[in-house]
């Protein structure tokens, strides 16, 4: 178990995220819709449904809201099909990144991600460009108060964890993608209910950048985070402290 966290720096941007409210429960539905779409509408045999359902909850997302879109998933409901489509590219300082999309209009969505990225800077690339420089996992966030750092870690090694790592600030526990919902059902009764529990992109380097850049390529990652397609964006930059405080004062 590492002490090293992969996640750093994407996490410092969470809180403007929690704050475009809507724009989280749109696409949270979406991704329940096609959850349930792609298996059964339970989710005691859907593990994607599962992982939704546990994002929907921890946004707070009212019950009726989430069963709508479980329903629509389920064959009610307005019939919109939604594509999964992932585009690679270079940003900034050839900072890799990954964009995952829900979208009902593929030609529309490639053209407005093609575009964020030509204004800050960056190139789409061909599928499977910079993939290979990241590695699918599970992740769980929860907060400083769940236990502490000896507590967590020896609960995730118990459950099955890939690795921890404790700050401040929480606790990040990292699984196998087929682990997740099996670690986080193993931890429920040391740790509570995670935060948030998700399938992510951690990348095997970092790429560190200086603050010019660091604003060029979150302003990139906001742009791409604000379009109601995108369902996540993974990136492999690092940005010193000292940058991050000057950033964010």
Known sequence: MAGHSQFKNIMYRKGAQDAKRAKVFGK???ELTVAA?????DPDANP?????????????????????AIKRGA???????????????YGPGGVAVIVETLTDNRNRTASEVRAAFSKFGGALGESGSVAFMF????????????????????????????????????????TAPDDL????????????????ASLTWQPASTVELDGER????????????????????????????????????
């Open 28 to 30: 949270l539905i979406r």
């Open 37 to 41: 779409k792609s298996g059964l509408p």
């Open 48 to 68: 994607r449904l599962r992982t939704a359902l546990l994002a929907a909850r921890a946004a707070n997302m009212p019950k009726d809201t989430i069963e709508r």
């Open 75 to 89: 064959g009610a409901g307005d019939g919109v099909a939604y594509e999964q489509i992932r585009y690679e590219g």
């Open 135 to 174: 590695k699918r996992v599970g992740l769980l966030r929860y907060p400083a108060e769940a236990g502490s750092a000896e507590a967590v870690l020896d609960a995730a090694i118990e459950a099955g964890a890939s690795d921890v790592d404790s700050r401040g600030d929480g606790h990040e526990v990292t």
């Open 181 to 196: 919902n099996g670690v986080r059902e193993a931890l429920e009764p040391r740790l509570g209910q995670p935060q948030s």
């Open 214 to 249: 660091a604003q060029s390529l979150f302003k990139l990652l906001d742009l791409l985070e604000d379009n109601d397609d995108v369902q996540q964006v993974s990136a492999n930059f690092e940005v010193p402290d000292s940058v991050l405080a000057t950033l964010t004062a």
